[in-house]
């Protein structure tokens, strides 16, 4: 069978012919991988900024965001059959008996450092025709789904972020009543996250740099949310019309848009940030000033990465939702569908939304 990796001593990216894995364990579970979603982090893994082969090996098999179908499973296995679709969870455990994130079965929290990450960190990932995978990072999807299943694993990070900003809010001793949401950056991560803002009926606003005419803010529009671009409004101006916002979930990855949002929240707001600038990334701040607003406004700032497997029943809900309120923009959000052989050159540029690799389909 066929995967392809990436070999950072050699700087090098291919596509191999590697042997087909057998199931061995009683909770195995053998996967045909049908689809994986390619983004930013693929693109970083790619250009050797960042990805770690598994322990002795010298190259990484790719991918992260995965739908696969069940071929046959170990004799423990009770949740799954053959037939059946699911998505695997990226992250593993680390094996520290003090980590009692890891040991609580969310590696999501790990407090280590040590855990690892299929298709991106000591273990190989899903951009190959067939996978073993323990049941226990499984998740089943509905068929109804199959063809926006591989959104899944970018949807699970939104949907920590949203759950972890809704634990911030029931904080307050009273209802907030209804919300107004903004979302920084329109790649697939902010699209989704102005999805589950608009299900949950947030007056929802989404800002990036792509322009009014561009096929996101397109998206962001059908969604029945507003859409503002950068190039009309600089990011010192971020609330000017309609305000400040009630909860502002980060998806740029931009240092700079990063800190101007924490001066945009309304008292008591939340802001999530899910983007992960550059080291080293500079951007002029009014420390003093943005201090105080968040202490004298009740502000909470805070990071969120990965996900646990809650977040992913969670996910799965949300796009069963997504599909029944706005099919067609969900099903947008997939731009191109491709073949592995594609895939080399397709990491070099940046084009659409989300991209998704098909791994039955001949080049
Ligand atoms: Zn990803
Ligand atoms: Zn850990």
Redesign the pocket.
Known sequence: MQALAVFPSKKQIDILNVPEPRPAGATDVLLRVREVGLCGTDREIASFEYGDPPAGADHLILGHESLAEVVEVGRRVRSLKAGDLVVAMVRR??P?AR?R??RSGR?DF???G??TERGIKGANGFLTNYVVENDAYLVKVPSVLADVAVLVEPLTVVTKAVEQAQAIFRRLPYDPGPQRGLVLGAGPIGLLGAMIFAANHIETYVYSRDSEESAPAALVRSLGARYVSSASRPIENLSEDPGNFDVILEAAGFAPLMLAAAGALKPNGVLALTGVPPDGAAAELNAGGTLRNLVLKNNVVFGTVNAGRGDYLAAIQFLEQFMTLFPQSTRALVTHRMSLADVPQMLMQKRGIKNVVQMGRTA
């Open positions: 455990p680390c520290h980590c994130a890891c590696p790990c407090e280590t040590d855990y």
